[in-house]
C-alpha cells in the first residue's frame, strides 16, 4: 500500500472519529473543505455505517469475547514463536505487545471507546506477529481476515477503520523497511503490497456493505416494531377504556354467540337481572324473555344474519320472577373477514320510562282541558286576580296608540313596609297584605281603568284618560290613604303604607311602554328618598340624575384597571416621642372628564356596586408597594394604616390578600395596619371577627375608625382582635381647653386604656385641642395641625426633616 493510500486511511479514521465522538481528534490545519481530498474523507465518512450505542450488558458481553480472544491469541503467539525456534524470551517478547494491549483493554479506568479502539488495535497486532514468526507466509496473513471482523462487534466504525489502517500501516511499513518479515523473500515487495491492500479493502469493503446494510435492516425492524408496538398499545387501551366502560355502566351489557348463548356478561347485566356470571354463561338467551316471550327470539336471531342492529323492546324477565319492559340494542359481531361470529346487546329497564311517558300524555290531556284557565292565568296575578305585566304592556300599548283629548297617567305603587310584615309574619301575611291592598287599589280607580300588580309589594295603576293633573293627583292621595288602613291578620293587624310614582302621558309622548314605566319607577324612588308614604311626578331632572348616577357607577368599575386612582397619605403622631411613626392611606380618584372626585361622592356608591372591593385591593398593593419604596430610600420605618370596607371584610379573603401583596412588595405584613368602621363589626360581626383574626395572625393590627360614631359595645370590643381606637374628629373638634374632664373624648381614651389598646385622635386642628389630648394621655393625633393628606412624596420630604410635632403647625397640602 502507498504512502498516500495509508495516509488516506488514517486521515478517514480520523475524521469519522471526531464525527462519531469515538475519542479520536481530526487534525489540527488548515481549512479540510479546501482540498478535493478532504472532500473525499467527508463522502468516506458518510458512507461508512453509522453504528449504534449498545446496552452496557452487550457492550460488555462483546467485549469480554474480544479480550477473551486476545488472551487466546497471546497463548497462540507464545507457542507458535517456540515451535518455530524463537527460544523462550524471544517468544514471551513476541507474545508481549498482544499480552500488554489485551491487559490495556481492560482497564476500568478506560471509557468504552477507549477500550475499543485498543482492543481493535490487539488484534491486528496479533495477526502481525503471526505475519512476522510465519517469514510473510501467505497463509498466515489471514489471520488479519479472520480477526477483522472482530472489531465490528463494538458496533462503532472507529475500532474497524483503526483496525484497516493498522493492516495498510503494516503492510507498508514493515512490508518495505523489513523485507521477508511481511512478504516472502523472493517476491517483489510493491507487487505484494499492492496484491494485499486490495485483499484488505476488499474485506473492509464486504464487512462494511453487510454491516451498513445490517444497519439499515436493524432500523427498519426496530422502527416497524416500534410503531407495531406503539399501535398495540394504543388498541389495548381503547380496549381497557371500552371494558372499563362496560363494567361502570348502569345497563346490561353482554355477548352471545349465532346460537344465542351467553358468552359474556357484565356487572350492570347481574344488576339487572339478578343472575351472576357463573348462573348464564353457556347458556341460551330464552332465560332473559318473559313467559310467552320465548317464540320471538329465534326469528330475532335470524334477523341480525341480515341486519347490523336491531332496537328491539321486549318484556323480560328477572332471576325473581319479576317482569320487567326491557330496550335492547343488539349489534352484530364480526371477525377480521367480516364473517358475523355473534352478537352483542345492551338491555336497559324502561318500565319508569313507560310509565312517565304515559303520565306525560295524561298530563298533556289535562293541560289541553285546562288551556282556557291557563290563558286566563298568563294575564292575571294568580294571587291577587289583578292584571299581570303582559296585560299592564297590552293596555298600556292601547292608550299609547288611542287618539286622546287628555292626558293619561301611569301610578308606580310600592307598599313601604311590606318586608318587615313578611319577615316576622311569614308569608300567609304578605299575602293576606297583599290581597287586602289589591282590592281597595280596585275600589280606589274607576272601572275602565287598569290595576295590576307587577310582582312581590310592586303595583301600578293605569289612568287611561284624566282631566288634568289635579284628579291624577287626587287618585294618588286616595290611594295612599287606602294602603294606610290597618290590615285585619287574626290578632295582628298591619298598617303598609305607599310610595307612588307618577309618569304623565301626554297626547303627543312618544315614549314606549318600558320607558314610561322606567320613569315611573324613578318618581316612585324619588318619593321614597323624600319620606315615604306619598307621591311624586316624574320629571326629566329626576331621570337626568340615575344617569349621571349609572355613567358615575359604569366609570367607578373601570377607574381601578385605569389606573385613576392613587393614594394620599396622612401623617400619625407618636405624643410621647413626638415623631411621625406612621400613615393613613387615603384614596381619591382622579377621572379624566369629572377632575377630582372626592372619596364622600364615589364610596357608597362603590359599596352599593361592590365596586368598592375592587378599590380596597388595589388600595393594600399601593400601599405595600410605596411602603417598599421609603424602606428602599432609607427612610424611618413607618405603618402605613389602609382603610378596608365591611363588604370586603365580609368575603373571607382578606388575609390571603394581605399576604400576597406584602409577599409581592417584599414588606413584613407587621408593617400594616388595617382599619374598619364600627358599623363594619356589626354588619357581619362573626365574618369580620374570622376575618380580623386571619389578618391579625399574620402580624398585622386592627384599628376601629371613626370610633363613637356606631354602636360597639365595651363587650363587643372586648371580643374583637383590635389594637387601637381612632376618635372621630367630631368629638376632637368638641374639645373644650379645660373641659377634658368630662368630654366624650376623655371617655373613650379612658375605655381604650382600660382595653389595653392605644387611642388615635382624629381631626386635631388646634394647639388647644392637642394640649388637651397630651393631658387626657392620648397615645397618638392625626390631623390639619400635622399635615393634611399629601403625596408620597412630601411624606419623603417630612420624614427626612427629623422634626418633632411642635414645628409641623401648620397644614402642608391642600386636602
Known amino acids: 500500500m502507498s504512502t498516500e493510500n495509508a495516509a488516506l486511511v488514517t486521515s478517514g479514521s480520523w475524521a469519522v472519529g471526531a464525527a462519531r465522538g469515538d475519542g479520536l481528534e481530526a487534525p489540527i490545519g488548515s481549512d479540510r473543505s479546501s482540498t478535493p481530498a478532504h472532500g473525499l474523507l467527508r463522502r468516506v465518512a458518510r458512507a461508512l455505517p453509522s453504528g449504534r450505542q449498545l446496552p452496557d450488558e452487550q457492550w460488555e458481553q462483546h467485549h469480554r469475547f474480544v479480550l477473551r480472544t486476545l488472551a487466546g491469541l497471546t497463548v497462540a503467539v507464545l507457542v507458535y514463536a517456540l515451535v518455530s525456534g524463537h527460544g523462550v524470551l524471544g517468544a514471551g517478547g513476541l507474545a508481549a505487545p498482544v499480552a500488554v494491549l489485551g491487559l490495556t483493554a481492560a482497564l476500568p479506568m478506560l471509557t468504552r471507546g477507549e477500550k475499543a479502539n485498543v482492543a481493535a488495535v490487539g488484534l491486528m497486532t496479533a495477526a502481525a506477529v503471526v505475519v512476522h514468526i510465519s517469514g510473510g507466509r501467505t497463509e498466515a496473513h489471514f489471520l488479519f481476515f479472520a480477526l477483522l471482523p472482530l472489531a465490528a462487534l463494538y458496533a462503532t466504525p472507529v475500532p474497524f477503520v483503526m483496525a484497516v489502517g493498522f493492516v495498510a500501516l503494516h503492510h507498508f511499513l514493515l512490508g518495505s523497511m523489513l523485507h521477508g518479515s511481511v512478504f516472502p523473500h523472493g517476491h517483489s515487495v510493491l507487487q505484494m503490497s499492492l496484491l494485499h ?104 336471531l335470524a334477523a341480525l344474519q341480515q341486519n347490523p342492529g336491531l332496537h328491539i323492546e321486549r318484556l323480560h324477565q328477572r332471576k325473581d320472577g319479576s317482569v320487567f319492559e326491557a330496550l335492547l340494542t343488539v349489534s352484530a359481531i364480526r371477525g377480521e373477514d367480516g364473517e358475523l361470529t355473534g352478537h352483542a346487546a345492551i338491555a336497559r329497564d324502561v318500565t319508569e320510562q313507560k310509565r312517565a311517558q304515559a303520565e306525560a300524555l295524561s298530563s298533556a290531556q289535562r293541560l289541553q282541558e285546562q288551556a282556557g284557565e291557563l290563558r286566563r292565568l298568563a294575564l292575571h296575578d294568580p294571587l291577587t286576580g289583578l ?61 275602565e281603568d287598569t290595576v295590576a300588580r307587577l310582582g312581590g309589594d310592586e303595583f301600578v295603576v293605569l289612568i287611561g284618560t284624566a282631566h288634568g293633573r289635579q284628579e291624577i293627583g287626587a287618585v294618588a292621595e286616595r290611594l295612599i290613604a287606602a294602603s294606610n288602613e290597618a290590615v285585619p291578620w287574626g290578632p295582628e293587624s298591619f298598617e303598609v303604607g305607599c310610595s307612588i310614582g307618577i309618569t304623565l302621558i301626554d297626547p303627543a309622548d312618544d315614549r314606549n311602554p318600558d320607558e314610561i314605566l322606567r320613569d315611573a319607577d324613578i318618581a316612585m324612588y ?165 376575618a380580623l383574626e386571619e389578618v391579625r395572625a399574620l402580624g398585622v393590627s386592627i384599628a376601629i375608625d371613626d370610633f363613637g360614631m356606631g354602636h360597639s359595645s365595651f363587650g363587643r370590643l372586648r371580643a374583637l382582635p383590635v389594637d387601637r381606637l381612632k376618635i372621630d374628629r367630631s368629638f376632637i373638634a368638641a374639645l373644650e381647653p379645660h373641659g377634658e374632664s368630662g368630654s366624650i373624648a376623655g371617655a373613650m381614651v379612658a375605655m381604650g386604656g382600660s382595653l389595653g389598646l392605644d387611642v388615635v385622635a382624629e381631626g386635631v386642628e388646634t394647639e388647644e385641642q392637642l394640649e388637651v389630648l397630651r393631658r387626657l394621655g392620648c397615645d397618638a393625633v392625626q390631623g390639619y395641625l400635622f399635615g393634611r393628606p399629601m403625596p408620597a412624596e412630601a411624606i419623603d420630604r417630612l420624614l427626612r426633616s427629623a422634626l418633632s410635632i411642635d414645628p409641623l403647625t401648620r397644614p402642608t397640602s391642600a386636602r
Open 197 to 300: 491492500a486490495v485483499f484488505i479493502l476488499i474485506e473492509a469493503w464486504a464487512c462494511f456493505v453487510a454491516w451498513r446494510r445490517f444497519e439499515d435492516r436493524r432500523e427498519f425492524v426496530e422502527q416497524l416494531a416500534s410503531d407495531r408496538t406503539a399501535q398495540l398499545h394504543e388498541q389495548r387501551d381503547q380496549l381497557v377504556r371500552l371494558a372499563a366502560v362496560v363494567q361502570s355502566t348502569d345497563d346490561a351489557v353482554f355477548t352471545a354467540t349465532l346460537g344465542g348463548l351467553i358468552e359474556t356478561w357484565n356487572p350492570g347485566a347481574q344488576r339487572l337481572y339478578g343472575y351472576t356470571a357463573e348462573e348464564v354463561l353457556g347458556r341460551h338467551v330464552r332465560i332473559l324473555v318473559a313467559p310467552g316471550m320465548e317464540r320471538l327470539v329465534a326469528p330475532a
Open 387 to 447: 292584571a299581570n305585566r303582559a296585560l299592564l304592556r297590552t293596555r298600556l300599548e292601547a292608550v299609547l296608540s288611542a287618539r286622546r283629548t287628555g292626558p293619561s297617567a301611569v301610578l308606580l305603587l310600592d307598599l313601604d313596609d311590606f318586608k318587615a310584615v313578611n319577615d316576622v309574619f311569614g308569608h300567609g301575611a304578605g299575602d293576606a297584605v297583599l290581597t287586602a291592598i289589591s282590592g281597595r287599589l280596585q275600589a280606589g280607580v274607576r272601572p
Open 526 to 690: 324619588a318619593a321614597k328618598g323624600a319620606g315615604r308614604n306619598r307621591f311624586e311626578v316624574f320629571e326629566p331632572a329626576m331621570h337626568e340624575k340615575v344617569v349621571a348616577h349609572s355613567e358615575l357607577v359604569r366609570d367607578l368599575r373601570s377607574a381601578a384597571a385605569g389606573g385613576q386612582f392613587f393614594l394620599l397619605y396622612q401623617p400619625q403622631v407618636d405624643l410621647r416621642s413626638g415623631r411621625v411613626t406612621g400613615v393613613e392611606a387615603l384614596a381619591r380618584w382622579q377621572h379624566p372628564h369629572r377632575g377630582l372626585v372626592l372619596p364622600d361622592t364615589f364610596i357608597a356608591v362603590a359599596e352599593d356596586t361592590g365596586a368598592i372591593d375592587l378599590i380596597d385591593d388595589w388600595a393594600l398593593e399601593e400601599a405595600c408597594r410605596q411602603l417598599a419604596a421609603w424602606d428602599a430610600a432609607g427612610l424611618p420605618s413607618l405603618q402605613v394604616a389602609i382603610n378596608i370596607s365591611a363588604r370586603r371584610l365580609a368575603r373571607g379573603d382578606l388575609a390571603e390578600a394581605v399576604r400576597s401583596s406584602a409577599r409581592a412588595a417584599g414588606v413584613d405584613p407587621a408593617r400594616l395596619e388595617i382599619e374598619i368602621t364600627e358599623t363594619a363589626t356589626t354588619s357581619c360581626a362573626i365574618e369580620a371577627a374570622r
